[in-house]
């Protein structure tokens, strides 16, 4: 129930990040019961999955080691942290340093899977993940920067002073803000840059028809996700 969308949509709606999870959890959780019962159907069907009579999906399962039950410590404590209300660098942090004391002992890690050094280059999951979110970050910067000039210039007030004319109800802003985060998710094809950019507008239409913060920080985490993977040219 948590990521990077789930963080910036909280902070564009000013709610608590606990907050968000704890009302998402309904939806999460059934929507997670519905996709493993269509997935696991779905996998029998298809004549090109694997068969539970597969040879190899046979020998596959029996490869697989138990010992990675235990990595699935770190997210659920996480999770339980997170949801306590600590913070959420905190949780984060505390996820990723008892991963590595369960994973490096057991075998399910390796020292030269974080960071390695080949001759004058080095690697591993540490430098890989700097280098791929660069770009992103670099996005991220610049987006903030476009926001806040086009709140800063008035811009925004124009543009709602427009838009609320028409909005009779809380059902209509609603609508309305749906329409905001499926637009900017659909021209910036990026989930975090979209409610960046989107999250003002939202917000401001939120407090005028007193919409819940939380609800609006659902359902814009969900529709910028749904376009910012579905969309064949993001």
Not at 123 to 144: D, P, Q, R, S
Request: glycine share 8%; net charge neutral.
């Amino acid at each position: 129930p948590i990521s990077d969308t789930t963080i910036v949509a909280a902070a564009s709606m000013g709610v608590d990040i606990t907050g968000v999870m704890k009302t998402r959890l309904p939806y999460t959780l059934t929507a997670g019961f519905f996709s493993l019962i269509g997935y696991t159907f779905l996998g029998f069907v298809f004549e090109n999955s694997p068969r539970a009579s597969s040879v190899a999906h046979i020998t596959q399962m029996f490869s697989l080691s138990p010992r990675g039950l235990f990595m699935l410590i770190p997210p659920l404590i996480v999770v339980i942290m997170a949801l306590k209300g600590t913070n959420l660098v905190l949780s984060m942090s505390v996820g990723s340093i008892l991963a590595l004391c369960i994973g490096l002992p057991i075998g399910m890690i390796r020292l030269s899977n974080i960071i390695s050094f080949r001759g004058e280059t080095f690697g591993g999951a540490a430098i890989e993940g700097m280098c791929n979110f660069t770009g992103l970050m670099m996005l991220v910067f610049l987006t903030y920067a476009l926001s806040h000039i086009v709140i800063a210039s008035g811009a925004m007030d124009d543009i709602l002073a427009m838009l609320q004319p028409k909005i009779h109800n809380q059902k209509m802003a609603e609508i309305f803000n749906w329409f905001i985060i499926a637009l900017s998710s659909f021209v910036l094809c990026s989930n975090v840059s979209s409610q960046i950019v989107a999250g003002p507008f939202m917000k401001q239409i939120a407090d005028e028809f007193d919409l819940s913060l939380y609800r609006t920080a659902n359902y814009s985490d969900a529709v910028q996700n749904m376009f910012g993977y579905l969309l064949p040219w993001s």
